[in-house]
Nanobody
Framework: QVRLAESGGGSVEAGSSLRLSCAVSGYRFNYYCVAWFRQGVGKERERVASIDATGLTRYSDSVRGRAIISLDNSRTTLYVEMKDLKPEDTALYTC????????????????????WGQGTQVTVSS
């Protein structure tokens, strides 16, 4: 059984940095597209960062230049490090993973991700 568990969220002031983690069990991120999504109150869920089996990373315009997505060497933990946080970054951050090997993240819609975590809340105050 695949399980994703996020951690690292919290309440911070604008301008701060955070590193979110997504630990997986029953699965390895080696060959799959994995991504971070976020959803603020009253907003649609947004894919903010992704990394595929080739290591290609992509970022949404809203976080590009402020976020870095990465995997640990064991390929069982996904990270996103965000700096210069803004109040508009306030959201529930969720990691998600594809269930089919070697698909490009750019070819996947939100509904293509087979596995989801419960999310970790990030709140940024001005």
């Amino acid at each position: 059984q695949v399980r994703l568990a996020e951690s690292g969220g919290g309440s911070v002031e604008a301008g701060s940095s955070l590193r979110l983690s997504c630990a997986v069990s029953g699965y390895r991120f080696n060959y799959y597209c994995v991504a971070w999504f976020r959803q603020g109150v009253g907003k649609e869920r947004e894919r903010v960062a992704s990394i595929d089996a080739t290591g290609l990373t992509r970022y949404s315009d809203s976080v590009r230049g402020r976020a870095i997505i990465s995997l640990d060497n064991s390929r069982t933990t996904l990270y996103v490090e965000m700096k210069d946080l803004k109040p508009e970054d306030t959201a529930l951050y969720t990691c998600a993973a594809d269930g089919i090997r070697f698909r490009k993240c750019t070819d996947l819609s939100e509904t293509d991700f087979a596995y989801w975590g419960q999310g970790t809340q990030v709140t940024v105050s001005s």
